[in-house]
């Protein structure tokens, strides 16, 4: 099972992101697949979840209006678009697959002007 998270990097207050999740080693589309976060301090933090088919999408009200996941099963990659974002979004990002135990390296966030 192998996660490789990119598309992090520095952004200003109110710009946007596009995160990918390229998964590999399991059946990917058959997986509910989610995205967490983790600052310095906190405790990791589920912020996306998606069904297999991507028809079903769950966010925590932080960020529900902000965060956008979807998924593309034929190129085995998840994606976590985010808008307008926030000083308290800065974070590493992880892809993880619901029902296994594998994390990805994750991709940092840093939203700072």
């Known amino acids: 099972v192998q996660l490789v998270e990119s598309g992090g990097g520095l952004v200003e207050p109110g710009g946007s992101l596009r995160l990918s999740c390229l998964a590999s080693?399991?059946?990917?589309?058959?997986?509910?697949m989610t995205w967490l976060r983790q600052s310095p301090g906190r405790e990791r933090q589920l912020v996306a979840l998606?069904?297999?088919?991507?028809?079903?999408?769950r966010y925590p009200d932080s960020v529900k209006d902000r965060f956008t996941v979807s998924r593309d099963n034929t190129k085995n990659t998840m994606y976590l678009q985010i808008d307008n974002l926030r000083s308290e979004d800065t974070a590493v990002y992880f892809c993880?697959?619901?029902?296994?135990?594998?994390w990805g390296q994750g991709t940092q966030v840093t939203v700072s002007s």
């Open positions: 080693g399991f059946s990917f589309s058959n997986m509910t």
């Open positions: 993880k697959a619901s029902a296994l135990g594998a």
């Open positions: 998606i069904s297999p088919s991507g028809a079903v999408t």
